[in-house]
């Protein structure tokens, strides 16, 4: 639309966002609630909220499928009279929002059965959407759309590590598609790569091809930005303050916990693939500090179990410059590990802080005190055991 478009933004008011469009259509600046209101039903889906149509327990994929649409239509249609260009623009938005939400109820259903008339409806609403138009890479939702569709056209094996997927996922956007879409859904790929601190090998050299693909993108800065984060994980520096202790030997947690008699231990557990675990390290030089002052052993204990997982466990070590005693379990130590640390069904909830004090009597703090950035509890109980 030509003109000028005012936006007011206030959190405290009801209506956070105000808009006013060039056109002076009260019901185009309210053309956003729509979108709102689908992605309300697919966070309800994916956090186990209120299913308000009814949908993730239908077994029908034709039903899911037409309430999705009934649903779609009867929001758009409280904005007839809306400018026509913009009316168009928010149903395209609704309709890939509304594949969103017809993912989820997909994956649910083809985990239970193989019922084809899941992949028939699929199809056909992916043909409506036109995936391929450049509009879609507006959506904020757009990368996940594609990398659902990527799980269900490539169906990755177990062989493909976490280093070579973002390479195989970039190729397949690109071969599907073209244009501002490729644009949109390969850069989304590459900053949640980023941004999830993923920081996949293969990274620099991707974004590297999108900017020669793409060199008047606005998604560049970005990008560049989180470049920079991956190289610093993927060639860390060292420090005198790490130690890796040798797991092949390891046999029960009595023989590592040995070592530290006399000596109060702080254990944390952990993994690479844990966002609380990544957050909460960003925040760790005050318990570094508070435990070299009082003579306390950081012992960080990683539940990875992947194999090859040995280098970025070390390079995530060393990137977050995580000073103390660190070890991987392995087979001999993961039964022990789950049942002394985890609840009464061998469920571990990380990151999880665990002291054990100079007699060697073990006890657990766990998750709550392990993901907050406010020390002061943590600390209390450090200082019962100094």
Known sequence: MPGVTEVTIDPLSEEKIDILTPSGNSL????????????????????GGKDC????SDTDSYSVSTKLEVFVDSLLNQYNGSTTELLEAARRDANLSALMVYQICYNKAKRKNKHLSWDKDLAR???????????????????????????????PD??????SLLWIKSEYVLKTLGGKAAEAAFGQFL???????TFSPCAPEL??????????????PF??????????FNKPKTSDGIVFIDNSGLKTLEQLFKSY???????????????PCRKSFEHVKPIQDYASENDIQLLYISVNEEDGIEDRWRNMVKYYNLKGHHVLINKDIKQEVYSTFGNGNGILSIPCHAIIDRHGNLTLLGSDIAETSDFTRLINYLDKIK
């Open 261 to 275: 008699n006399g000596t109060p231990v702080l254990i944390d557990l952990w993994a690479t693939w844990c966002g």
């Open 223 to 232: 990008l560049d930005k989180e470049i920079e984060a991956n190289l610093a």
């Open 125 to 155: 609403l992916r043909n409506e959407i036109d995936m391929n138009n450049p509009a879609n890479g507006r959506s904020p939702y757009f990368g996940d759309i594609m990398e659902n569709f990527f799980l269900q056209d490539v169906n």
């Open 28 to 47: 185009d600046s309210h053309l956003t609630d729509v979108d709102d209101k689908i992605y309300d039903i697919w966070f309800a889906l994916a956090t």
């Open 207 to 220: 974004t590297t091809r999108f900017k020669s693909l793409f060199p008047g993108s606005g998604l560049i």
């Open 158 to 163: 177990s062989e493909i590590t976490t280093d």
């Open 53 to 56: 149509l009814n949908i993730y």
């Open 191 to 197: 900053y949640t790569d980023g941004s999830s601190n």
